[in-house]
């Protein structure tokens, strides 16, 4: 059975970082035919992909486009797990966060879900 | 893609059927077009694969249809655990897009 546990602070200040992580269990960061994403929810913008990794030979980062040039997505094979880093966030970034697993029909386990607030 | 689900809100009883329906903007490539349900503080929970194939667990009152832009996610007989708000998302062009939300409730 897959599990994802996220863990992470839950209140940033504008024009930091929001950094949030996500521990795997039952699958592996480098598998070969899933890919490990990012996804919020916020009663303004409903569920919106951010990024994803995946590991084909060699590690992949696919991003949405809004947030390309403030996102990172990274794996941890060493700890089996992979991170969101969102630079100079905003009060709009404020979301429920949720990691997730990818297959190509779908996403088919997701973490307990992190809100984060933006606020100074 | 853009995904729009209506209707926005659909108000049944239990036993009733559910239709709900999802339209792209463009054609979903292979009609990799998935279903989520999610319920008030919960995670959403992954229904249909493939616009019609039901995931593990998922009871077989779920069925989804369509093909191209047009699909709908049915419920034959809704049972008190069934509303909810229901996603639709597609998965055949990146990045991955969910529509706004079906929110069933109780008449």
């Known amino acids: 059975q897959v599990q994802l546990q996220q863990s992470g602070p839950r209140l940033v200040k504008p024009s930091q970082t929001l950094s949030l992580t996500c521990a795997i269990s039952?699958?592996?960061?480098?598998?070969?035919?899933?890919?490990w994403n990012w996804i919020r929810q916020s009663p303004s913008r409903g569920l919106e992909w951010l990024g994803r990794?995946?590991?084909?030979?060699?590690?992949?980062?696919d991003y949405e486009l809004s947030v390309k040039s403030r996102i990172t997505v990274n794996p941890d094979t060493s700890k089996n797990q992979f991170s969101l880093q969102l630079n100079s966030v905003t009060p709009e970034d404020t979301a429920v966060y949720y990691c997730?697993?990818?297959?190509?029909?779908?996403?088919?386990?997701w973490g307990q879900g992190t809100l984060v607030t933006v606020s100074s | 893609i853009v995904l729009t689900q209506s209707p926005g809100t659909l108000s049944l009883s239990p036993g009733e059927k559910a239709t709900l329906s999802c339209r792209a903007s463009?054609?979903?490539?292979?009609?990799?077009l998935a279903w989520y349900q999610q319920k008030p503080g919960q995670v959403p929970r992954f229904l249909i694969y493939?616009?019609?194939y039901r995931a593990t667990g998922i009871p077989d009152r779920f069925s989804g249809s369509g093909s191209g832009a047009d699909f709908t996610l049915t419920i034959s007989g809704l049972e008190p655990e069934d509303f909810a708000v229901y996603y639709c998302?597609?998965?055949?062009?990146?990045?991955?897009?969910f529509g706004q939300g079906t929110k069933v409730e109780v008449k």
């Open positions: 493939s616009t019609s």
């Open positions: 997730a697993r990818g297959r190509l029909n779908g996403f088919d386990y």
């Open positions: 039952g699958d592996s960061v480098s598998s070969n035919i899933v890919a």
């Open positions: 990794t995946y590991y084909r030979s060699k590690w992949n980062y």
């Open positions: 463009q054609s979903v490539t292979n009609n990799l």
């Open positions: 998302q597609q998965y055949g062009s990146s990045p991955p897009t």
